[in-house]
């Protein structure tokens, strides 16, 4: 069974900066891609980034391209999200998922297995 874990979120002033984890149980990050979303309020989720198994690059929404920084540490089996400079717009519950292939697609609708959410609040 496939089971994600997220973890990290948390209150920061704008521009600031924070990091998500996502650990896995029931595979390993190189196996599957593995991959950050996230739903505000009135919102439907939308894919923030993942992270596929082939060494291509990475996937990141235009909102947070050039900001945050998706990664994953094999020997911790965990990925991570480094987010920076965040915006007031990025407010929002975060979520690991993951994918039943090895490679990344930003349809929110298409990932297999879901994480609890994690609170990422950017506020003054």
């Known amino acids: 069974e496939v089971q994600l874990v997220g973890s990290g979120g948390g209150l920061v002033q704008p521009g600031g900066s924070l990091t998500l984890n996502c650990t896995p149980s029931?595979?390993?990050?190189?196996?599957?891609?593995i991959g950050w979303l996230r739903q505000a309020p009135g919102t439907n989720r939308e894919a923030v980034s993942c992270?596929?198994?082939?060494?291509?690059?990475?996937y990141y929404a235009d909102s947070v391209r050039g900001r945050f920084t998706i990664s994953r540490d094999i020997a911790e089996n965990t990925v991570y999200l480094q987010m920076d400079r965040l915006k007031f717009e990025d407010t929002a519950v975060y979520y690991c998922?993951?994918?039943?292939?090895?490679?990344?697609?930003?349809?929110?609708?298409?990932?297999?297995?879901w994480g609890q959410g994690t609170q990422v609040t950017v506020s003054s």
């Open positions: 029931g595979i390993t990050v190189h196996e599957l891609a």
């Open positions: 998922a993951a994918l039943k292939t090895t490679l990344c697609t930003a349809n929110a609708e298409m990932y297999d297995f």
């Open positions: 992270i596929a198994t082939s060494q291509g690059a990475p």
